[in-house]
Structure formats: C-alpha cells, structure tokens
C-alpha cells in the first residue's frame, strides 16, 4: 500500500483531501485533534467508497505526542512508510494586533507553522532514503497579501510558505516535492461565521470554494505527474488574488 498522512483530516479540507487521496488508491492516515466523531466519520466515508484508511489522532504542535504516534505506527508497519505527507491542520484567532493576546499569537503559529515543523521532520528521513515523497502545505491567500485582524495568521502561512520554498531545495534530489497550496474562501468550519453574501461581491468567480476543488489539487500534487513541480505555490481563489 501507498499511505498518505493527512492532517486535520477531521473536518474540512483536509477531509475532502483525505477521501479523494482515497479514491485515488492510497492508504490514508487520518489525523485531528480533538473531534473524534468526525474523524470517524471520515473514515467510514473512506471505508464505504472501498478505501483503507486508520484514524492517527495527535495535536501538531505537540512534539511528543507527534513522535508517539509516529513511532506507533512505523513500529506497526515496519516495512512501510509514509510517502504522502498533507500539512492541513490549522485554525484562526482573529485579531487586531492592537489587542491581540499571547495566546492567540502562539496558538496558530504553533499549529500551521510549528505543526508542520514537527510531522514533516518526522517523516522525511523515510521520503528520502526511498527517494519518494510528496508534501503539500496548506498555506492560504492570507499568507500571500496579508489580511488585517491576521497578522498572527498571515504570518504563519507566509513562513510556511517560506519553508516550503527553502525545504523543496534540500530535498529535491533525492525526489521528494513540496509545494503549498494558497486557497482564498472555501466553505467549511474556519469560514463559516464569515459573512459570505458580502465576500463573494469580491471574488470573481462569484462564490466560495468547495473543499473538493481543493481536494482535486491534492490529488494532482501528490500524483507522479506532478514530479517536476517543486517548490511552488499553488493559489485556488476564484480570481480573488494571484
Ligand atoms: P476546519 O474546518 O476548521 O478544520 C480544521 C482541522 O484541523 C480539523 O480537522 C481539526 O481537528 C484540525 N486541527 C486543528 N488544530 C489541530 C492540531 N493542533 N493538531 C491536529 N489537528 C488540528 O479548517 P479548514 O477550513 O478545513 O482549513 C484547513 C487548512 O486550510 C488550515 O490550515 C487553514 O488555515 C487552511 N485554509 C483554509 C481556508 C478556508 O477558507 N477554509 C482558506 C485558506 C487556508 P479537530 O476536528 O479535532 O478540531
């Protein structure tokens, strides 16, 4: 089997990233936090379209509890390994910087940023040493422009695009990919209490994303055909910004 570790697999994108990573053959290690029920969800979506997947619950930010689960399942599949890395967990805390709290600052920036850190130099040894590794960022259009009330979001997602780029030429030769992907509004939880009837007026295409568009580029990037695109970042917006 081919296995693919999806954070924040729960819910969202990286539910949608984790059923069509699915369909698209691989074994899908679903990833969360805390939302059990939907991780299960999830995986029985997974299991009735014919999939295989396992449920890989740890906080991102959490370095021992990422080494824990890591080392659980590498000691349960000795022979396999992870060649599909998806670095989607993430969350909001919206702020003026004016007012904006340590706690709300190091939050998001230990789960995009810091998360990413933590599972991606867990499993990159193995990508390399098979010289096969796909890893995909979940970065946002926020990272890119820069949105007022986010600076502690924006500039999560600017550095991890940041080491994106700089990772991408460590690791080229020995064919492993990374790249992020850069999406503007896209229906789910994190966007939710957003007032979409006005956010559209400003997106082109008219609408929010569905999380299955961003799913379809997963499925690209992780694919061998997207073997010689490294180190880029991918915007999915409805024209909003690139
Ligand atoms: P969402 O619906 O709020 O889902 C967030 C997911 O991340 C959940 O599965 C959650 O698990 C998990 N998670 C949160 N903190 C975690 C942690 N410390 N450790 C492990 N898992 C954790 O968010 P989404 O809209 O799908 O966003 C997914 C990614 O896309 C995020 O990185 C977000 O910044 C990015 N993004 C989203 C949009 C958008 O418009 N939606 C736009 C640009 C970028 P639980 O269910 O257990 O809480």
Redesign the pocket.
């Given at each position: 089997m081919k296995y693919a570790l999806i954070?924040?697999?729960?819910?969202?994108?990286?539910k949608a990233a984790a059923l069509r990573l699915a369909k698209d053959g691989f074994a899908v290690l679903i990833?969360?936090?805390?939302?059990k029920e939907?991780?299960e969800d999830t995986l029985r979506q997974v299991q009735e379209a014919g999939g295989f997947g396992e449920l890989m619950p740890?906080?991102?930010?959490d370095p021992q509890a990422v080494e824990t689960a890591i080392e659980a399942w590498q000691a349960a599949h000795p022979d396999e390994y992870v060649s599909v890395l998806v670095n989607?967990?993430?969350?909001?805390k919206d702020n003026l910087m004016i007012f904006m709290q340590d706690s709300e600052w190091d939050s998001v920036l230990s789960?995009?940023l810091t998360?990413f850190f933590h599972v991606t130099r867990r499993l990159l040894k193995d990508m390399m040493t098979h010289r096969n590794g796909r890893i995909i960022n979940?970065?946002?259009?926020?990272g890119l422009k820069g949105l007022p009330g986010q600076t502690n979001y924006s500039a999560a997602?600017a550095a991890l695009i940041g080491a994106t780029k700089a990772l991408a030429q460590e690791v080229a030769a020995r064919k492993v990919t990374v790249n992020a992907i850069a999406?503007?509004?896209?229906a789910?939880?994190?966007?939710k209490e957003l007032n979409e009837d006005e956010l559209k007026k400003l997106i082109p295409m008219g609408r929010f994303g569905k999380?299955e568009e961003v799913a379809n580029l997963v499925s690209f990037l992780a694919s061998d055909e997207a073997a010689y695109i490294t180190g880029q970042v991918i915007s999915i917006n409805g024209g909003l910004y690139s």
């Open positions: 954070t924040g697999a729960s819910r969202g994108l990286g990833n969360y936090q805390s939302n939907a991780a740890f906080d991102v930010s989607n967990a993430g969350i909001r789960t995009s998360g979940m970065a946002s259009l926020s997602k999406p503007g509004f896209i789910t939880d994190m966007t999380p």
